[in-house]
T-cell receptor, first 112, second 113 residues
Framework: KQEVTQIPAALSVPEGENLVLNCSFT??????LQWFRQDPGKGLTSLLL?????REQTSGRLNASLDKSSGRSTLYIAASQPGDSATYLC???????????FGSGTRLQVQP | EPEVTQTPSHQVTQMGQEVILRCVPI?????FYWYRQILGQKVEFLVS????????KSEIFDDQFSVERPDGSNFTLKIRSTKLEDSAMYFC???????????FGPGTRLTVL
C-alpha cells in the first residue's frame, strides 16, 4: 500500500524566498506523480504532473523533481508571493493503478 | 478553459437519508473519479469509472455507495443511507489518457446530521 509523507507540515516565509517542499512515498514503482494546490475550503488545482521517465518538470515559477529510486519528489517554488499561500499536496498513484494516494500536504503561508 | 463542475456545493441531510452528488466531467475525458476529504484529513480515493464500469474502488466504497454515468455528461455518486461519518468534502475528477493528469472539481460539502 502506497504511503505518502510530506515535510514540512507547515511553512511560513517572507515574500520573495525560494522554497522547497518535500514528498516521500513508500512504493517507488510509480509511473507518475502529481502535485496539487488546495486553497482553504476549495478544490484541488493540478500544478504539475511528472512522469516516471522524467527527472524534472517546470511550470512558471514551479519546478518538480522526481527520484524514483529513493522514493522522493520535491516541489521548488521560486520567488514566493502571498498568492502562493495554500496547501500543497503530493499524489503518486500506487503501482499499476490510476487512483491517487495523497499526502497530508504542506501548508504554506507567504507573508507580504 | 474546460473544467469539472459539481452540484450542489453544499448538501445537508439527515442520517439514513439517500443523497446523490453530481459531477459534470470535462467533456472528452474518459476516466472519472470520486475522492473525499474528511475535515482536517487527507484526500482519500473512493472509486474510478471507465468505459461504463467501475475500474477501481477502495475499501471505503462499500455497498452503501454507487456510481453512475446516466448520460453522456453527468457522473453521479449515490450514498444510500448516510451516516454521520460520511460528512466530508466529496471531489469529482476526470482524466484523458494518456495525459494522466487528473482535473478536480470544486467539491460538494456533505453534512450529515
Amino acid at each position: 500500500k502506497q504511503e505518502v509523507t510530506q515535510i514540512p507540515a507547515a511553512l511560513s516565509v517572507p515574500e520573495g524566498e525560494n522554497l522547497v517542499l518535500n514528498c516521500s512515498f513508500t512504493d517507488s514503482a510509480i509511473y507518475n506523480l502529481q502535485w496539487f494546490r488546495q486553497d482553504p475550503g476549495k478544490g484541488l488545482t493540478s500544478l504539475l504532473l511528472i512522469q516516471s521517465s522524467q527527472r524534472e518538470q517546470t511550470s512558471g515559477r514551479l519546478n518538480a523533481s522526481l527520484d524514483k529510486s529513493s522514493g522522493r519528489s520535491t516541489l521548488y517554488i521560486a520567488a514566493s508571493q502571498p498568492g502562493d499561500s495554500a496547501t500543497y499536496l503530493c499524489a503518486p498513484p500506487p503501482p499499476g493503478r490510476r487512483a491517487l494516494t495523497f499526502g497530508s500536504g504542506t501548508r504554506l503561508q507567504v507573508q507580504p | 478553459e474546460p473544467e469539472v463542475t459539481q452540484t450542489p456545493s453544499h448538501q445537508v441531510t439527515q442520517m439514513g437519508q439517500e443523497v446523490i452528488l453530481r459531477c459534470v466531467p470535462i467533456s472528452n475525458h474518459l476516466y472519472f473519479y470520486w475522492y473525499r476529504q474528511i475535515l482536517g484529513q487527507k484526500v482519500e480515493f473512493l472509486v474510478s469509472f471507465y468505459n461504463n464500469e467501475i475500474s477501481e474502488k477502495s475499501e471505503i466504497f462499500d455497498d452503501q455507495f454507487s456510481v453512475e454515468r446516466p448520460d453522456g455528461s453527468n457522473f453521479t455518486l449515490k450514498i444510500r443511507s448516510t451516516k454521520l461519518e460520511d460528512s466530508a468534502m466529496y471531489f469529482c475528477a476526470s482524466e484523458l489518457p494518456p495525459m494522466d493528469t487528473q482535473y478536480f472539481g470544486p467539491g460538494t460539502r456533505l453534512t450529515v446530521l
